[in-house]
T-cell receptor
Framework: DAKTTQPPSMDCAEGRAANLPCNHS???????VYWYRQIHSQGPQYIIH???NNETNEMASLIITEDRKSSTLILPHATLRDTAVYYC????????????FGKGTKLTVNP | EAQVTQNPRYLITVTGKKLTVTCSQN?????MSWYRQDPGLGLRQIYY???????DKGDVPEGYKVSRKEKRNFPLILESPSPNQTSLYFC????????????FGNGTRLTVT
């Protein structure tokens, strides 16, 4: 399964858009990109996922580059409650179902 | 309410005393998995199950056992716990395997003295 690389930390001002990058340069054609977040030590919460096309839901938008080697999670109007660790993972349609979460990006939203 | 339920939330035990952490989901999900989370190491997968009676090792399976006798339950068993298994544990499930989000439980904080 493809591995992902994320910056360890990012800051964002409240009310502004938060753009969290993820590199998955070894992703294969049948692998989905998923984003989760974890607030304090709670269970990770699903945010959004996609295969090729950009996706949007009530929480966020996911932009996947045309070559699929990287993606960006966009929180359009960040609030203090969005302060969390954000994980980008890939999940494949075949082979092992091992999932590698990595260390994620610690997003801090500042007032 | 659709959820993944782990028990107990907190557990303190001694080295070598067998314990089981239960995980149950009420969403008829096929896939279930266990993770441990340690400071600086992120989430690491212990075991996963793609369906009843089908289990496989994740990245850190040593010292753990699992079983999947029923679709809804996926207990994590520590036959002889050691202090290096002190960690925060999460169970997760998803409807399918590839195009389905994982739903996580609230976690079990285990301390082995």
């Amino acid at each position: 399964d493809a591995k992902t690389t994320q910056p360890p930390s990012m800051d964002c001002a409240e009310g502004r858009a938060a753009n969290l990058p993820c590199n998955h340069s070894t992703i294969s054609g049948n692998e989905y990109v998923y984003w989760y977040r974890q607030i304090h030590s709670q269970g990770p919460q699903y945010i959004i996922h996609g295969l090729k096309n950009n996706e949007t839901n009530e929480m966020a938008s996911l932009i996947i580059t045309e070559d699929r080697k990287s993606s960006t999670l966009i929180l359009p109007h960040a609030t203090l409650r969005d302060t969390a660790v954000y994980y980008c993972i890939v999940r494949s349609q075949g082979g092992s179902e091992k999932l590698v979460f990595g260390k994620g990006t610690k997003l801090t939203v500042n007032p | 309410e659709a959820q993944v339920t782990q028990n107990p939330r907190y557990l303190i035990t001694v080295t070598g005393k067998k314990l089981t952490v239960t995980c149950s989901q009420n969403m008829n999900h096929e896939y279930m998995s266990w993770y441990r989370q340690d400071p600086g190491l992120g989430l690491r997968q212990i075991y996963y199950s793609m369906n009843v009676e089908v289990t496989d090792k994740g990245d850190v399976p040593e010292g753990y056992k699992v079983s999947r006798k029923e679709k809804r339950n996926f207990p994590l068993i520590l036959e002889s716990p050691s202090p290096n298994q002190t960690s925060l544990y999460f169970c997760a499930s998803s409807l399918g395997i590839y195009n389905s989000p994982l739903h996580f439980g609230n976690g079990t904080r285990l301390t082995v003295t």
